[in-house]
Structures are given as C-alpha cells and as structure tokens.
C-alpha cells in the first residue's frame, strides 16, 4: 500500500496523511490518531528510498566489526547483547541498525571508504580500534558521525566508549600480589589493537604499585580465542621457573589455557593461579570457576546508542551535542580459579 492509497482510503489528502505520520503539531489529534491506526491496519510502510532521497538521511546506523578469530568464537556472547541495547533506543527513533562486517582479507580503513562512499548509513560506531587508527582521521575529515566503541592514540574531538582494561589489570595484578604472587604473567592481543597497549600499561603500574619488578619475559601476545589460550599455556610451561599466575586480557583464551595445563598435569587454582578478562557464557562452565569481571553489555549499548544520537545533528534537540568520553566499569567476579594451594616459585 502506498501513501496515495492509504490517503484515497481514509478520503484525506496526501499532504495531511504525510504530516501525520510524521509527527507534524499542524495536524488535529483525532486526525492523527484515524491515520496511524488506518496505517497500522492496513499495513502500510513507508517507501524508506524515497523519504531518504526527499529528506537527505537513511535512518540506518552501521556498526562496523572486523571478521577476525576473535570475533568469530567471541561475537556472539559479546556482540549480540551490545547490538541489542543499541537497537531499543534507536527503535524509538525508527532507526535501524545494520552490522558491517570487515572481513580479514580486507583493509579496514579502505572498507569503511567504501561504505561511506555508498552513503547508506547516517553515522557509524566503529570497534577493534587501533593504537593509531586512520577511520577516524578519516572520519573526522569528511564531517560523518560516528563513535568509537574503544580509545585510541589519534587525536580528535570525537566519542568514545571503552571497557576498563586498565582498571580489570590493576585490580588483577593487585588481587595476586596479595595471595603473595610476584612471577605474574599477562596475556596480551598479538595485534595493534588500542586495548592491548592500555591494559600492558594497567599491568606495569600495578606491578610497581605493589612493589613487584616488571619481566618483560611474562608478556605473552597471541589471538584471543582458545587456540591463543593453547599457545600462551605452551609458552608459561616453557619458562623456568614458571609463573604462579597469569591475566588474559580475553575470556576465550582461558578455554585452551585450561586444557593445556590439565595434558600437563597441572590444574588452574591449585599449580598456577589464573584470571580472565570477561564474565561469559563459557566462563562460568569452565572447572575450576574462573576468577573473571562482569559487564553489563547491554547497558553499554545503550550509551553506545545515546552517544551516536547526540552526534546526530537531526536529534540535536532531543540529545545535547557533547563528546563522550567514557570508561565502563567492570566488576570482580571471584571465582576459584586464582587461589592456589602451594604453587611452586610462590614467594
């Protein structure tokens, strides 16, 4: 049904029908009422095509992830929830969101020319941001709204919203220094992703905070999925001593870390103390009980979605122009895994 229908039924003109479902105060209330319920019943929707044409805008924000390892085993459990809190305030606004998904073989900053070249969104969040990300210089040169779920180095005036990695390491570090821990080793992204950089600074300015020397030799980078977990497993083994203790910066390297100790012989809480990054799904089935932070990341996409709204200029009266910059708080889960009995090399 088009417009011209639904206004030949209800014997109104197009113009009257128009600015009724569009929330025009010119138009009576009762009249209002008559042509929203005529439009629900019928089953009217509106040519998206052209009322974008018409008014210059799409309604549609994208969220770009890059397809990675990581987001292969993680995007789900860490995703789904974010776009979901995106999604119930944008649908009050009768904005759709669409996921764009930058695959590995492909450049991120040539990916994302190319969506804004198609200008099919209205503004953008961006993620996996890089210590030194040209999206956003990119960004902030063409005038396009956008935030950033995650700091980085570059410069601007722009939003950004960002998990407390610093926070999750010093309050790891500080945790196994006071079960009397001092070899602590950290797993870190082996990429150039901002939150790397942020949670190894967390880490040393713990360490000093509590007295312990930093050993460039208990930095492990890998991918943040189980198979790196395996792999950081292979490297704490092979170090004499080892460890009594190790941070992950991702909750999904600790599956691997976990079986590659037991083909060991030596199990989490007792031989090597260990603590994850994120509460999930394949934490809380992990034995022993994995020592980990809980997000609320639902909540996280609805400041996500305010944040883009106020980047917006058509919601310029709805929402106040300012820049977010925000760190979301995580929260100590205490769970079994960081507690060891008598590790050897524990001072």
Known sequence: MSIRDLARHLDISIGTVSRALNG?????????????????????VPNQSGRSLRQGTTNTIGFMIESTIETADAGGSFFMPVFEGVQSVFRRHHLDLVALLCGTDEDPASYLNRVVGRRFVDGLIISATMRHDPRIDFLLERKIPFVALGRSATRGDYSW?????EGVAATAVTRLAGFGHRRIAIGTPASDLNLGYVFLD?????LAANGIGFDPSLILPANGNEEGGYQVACRLLAQEPMPTAIILVNENMAVGLYRRLYEAGLQPGRDIAVIGFRESTQSRFLSPTLTCFRISLRDLGIKLAEAMLSALPAFEGQYPRETVELIWPMQLVSGESDRPGSPSGLA
């Open 202 to 206: 967390g880490y040393k300015r713990a």
């Open 161 to 165: 919203i960002d998990l407390d990695f």
């Open 24 to 44: 025009k105060a010119d138009v009576n209330p009762e009249t209002r009422e008559r042509v929203l319920e005529a439009a629900k019943r019928l089953g009217y």
